[in-house]
């Protein structure tokens, strides 16, 4: 399999950067920031569906909400159909919102406890002036039909629902102005493994239907493998591998990906595998550690590691891989 070709992609994200300041004494003068999106780069075909995977706090769901501007982005440019979404007008951004939604992590913290399924799925068209309250309801119940769910739903609250059903509700949610980008939050970590797979199921399905384009953001590497077509691993701010999926678990070429992929539980009672223990806890994203960032926790690590930031080396098919000690 190849990596998507790079022509005339719905989603460019060039040298993407958020950092945090930390503000000390009296005065509250800066002092230092946190590098929390240290410079990562990705382009997104249409009808995409692409994962990025990381520890928490390695930055993921930072570099999500900066790529829809929810929250402001230090440097870098993050273009949706060619328009920059951190520099274009109040106007121009009210339109690209309805061509980018999200789908976050906790559905019943997304979700207003004080208005009825109904309201929460009709409330987007009422903003952007679409339809009449008869057209918003009609449009509702077929959104709710396409997640699963039917129309005794419509009159219900947050709090009655179970956790998959709440996620229902938020990807009908998400899907009604009928973006082109659907941004997920780790949609599934906080559902019940039996759930979590009708959720991805659910997500594939309309993703063939409505021909989305899919950021997947997740710590889980088994449901990036079941979803993702193509994947980016993400450490301390940084993208340090970037292949299909299908090469990734072949072929883990960077130390970080290999001790994830080794710490995926076997389904095979019995079955023998070597686990690679990582050392150490994750650095400060407010201190870097100098030369390559994984090195103090890398057990390939030496001198030149303590001391140079290896460059990205790209291959023929586009996978890329960024460590002095890669298996390439």
Same mark, same amino acid.
């Given at each position: @399999?190849?990596?998507?070709?790079?022509?005339?992609?719905?989603?460019?994200?060039? %040298?993407?950067?958020?950092?945090?300041?930390?503000?000390?004494?009296?005065?509250?003068?800066?002092?230092?920031?946190?590098?929390?999106?240290?410079?990562?780069?990705?382009?997104?075909?249409?009808?995409?569906?692409?994962?990025?995977?990381?520890?928490?706090?390695?930055?993921?769901?930072?570099?999500?909400?900066?790529?829809?501007?929810?929250?402001?982005?230090?440097?870098?440019?993050?273009?949706?159909?060619?328009?920059?979404?951190?520099?274009?007008?109040?106007?121009?951004?009210?339109?690209?919102?309805?061509?980018?939604?999200?789908?976050?992590? %906790?559905?019943?913290?997304?979700?207003?406890?004080? @208005?009825? $399924?109904?309201?929460?799925?009709?409330? /987007?068209?009422?903003?952007?002036?679409?339809?009449?309250?008869?057209?918003?309801?009609?449009?509702?119940?077929?959104?709710?039909?396409?997640?699963?769910?039917?129309?005794?739903?419509?009159?219900?609250?947050?709090?009655?629902?179970?956790?998959?059903?709440?996620?229902?509700?938020?990807?009908?949610?998400?899907?009604?102005?009928?973006?082109?980008?659907?941004?997920?939050?780790?949609?599934?970590?906080?559902? %019940?493994?039996?759930?979590?797979?009708?959720?991805?199921?659910?997500?594939?399905?309309?993703?063939?239907?409505?021909?989305?384009?899919?950021?997947?953001?997740?710590?889980?590497?088994?449901?990036?493998?079941?979803?993702?077509?193509? $994947?980016?691993? @993400?450490?301390?701010?940084?993208?340090?591998?970037?292949?299909?999926?299908?090469?990734?678990?072949?072929?883990?070429?960077?130390?970080?990906?290999?001790?994830?992929?080794?710490?995926?539980?076997? /389904?095979?009672?019995?079955?023998?595998?070597?686990?690679?223990?990582?050392?150490? %806890?994750?650095?400060?994203?407010?201190?870097?550690?100098?030369?390559?960032?994984?090195?103090?926790?890398?057990?390939?690590?030496?001198?030149?590691?303590?001391?140079?930031?290896?460059?990205?080396?790209?291959?023929?098919?586009?996978?890329?891989?960024?460590?002095?000690?890669?298996?390439?």
């Amino acid at each position: @399999m190849q990596i998507a070709s790079q022509i005339d992609p719905v989603l460019k994200v060039e %040298d993407l950067k958020v950092h945090f300041p930390i503000n000390r004494g009296v005065f509250m003068r800066e002092v230092g920031n946190v590098r929390a999106v240290d410079g990562i780069s990705f382009n997104m075909q249409r009808g995409e569906i692409l994962g990025i995977v990381g520890e928490s706090g390695c930055g993921k769901s930072t570099a999500l909400r900066a790529l829809l501007n929810l929250i402001p982005a230090t440097e870098g440019h993050v273009r949706f159909n060619g328009t920059d979404v951190r520099t274009c007008s109040k106007k121009q951004l009210r339109h690209l919102r309805k061509k980018m939604q999200i789908v976050f992590q %906790d559905p019943f913290a997304s979700l207003n406890p004080r @208005m009825s $399924v109904g309201q929460l799925l009709c409330e /987007p068209y009422k903003i952007h002036g679409i339809g009449t309250p008869m057209i918003r309801r009609e449009k509702a119940l077929k959104l709710l039909s396409y997640v699963g769910l039917n129309e005794d739903h419509f009159f219900r609250y947050p709090h009655e629902f179970s956790g998959g059903q709440r996620q229902r509700i938020a990807i009908a949610r998400a899907l009604t102005l009928e973006p082109e980008l659907l941004c997920c939050d780790e949609p599934v970590s906080a559902l %019940d493994v039996s759930v979590q797979s009708q959720i991805l199921n659910l997500l594939k399905k309309l993703q063939k239907e409505f021909f989305l384009t899919i950021l997947f953001i997740s710590h889980d590497l088994a449901v990036v493998k079941y979803f993702c077509k193509r $994947v980016h691993v @993400m450490y301390l701010g940084r993208f340090v591998e970037s292949q299909t999926t299908e090469g990734l678990f072949k072929t883990p070429r960077h130390p970080y990906t290999q001790s994830l992929i080794s710490a995926i539980p076997r /389904p095979k009672p019995g079955q023998q595998k070597k686990r690679i223990i990582l050392e150490g %806890d994750v650095p400060n994203p407010a201190n870097i550690p100098k030369g390559c960032r994984f090195h103090p926790r890398c057990f390939k690590a030496t001198d030149v590691c303590k001391k140079e930031v290896p460059n990205d080396f790209y291959f023929p098919d586009g996978s890329m891989v960024s460590c002095h000690h890669a298996d390439v």
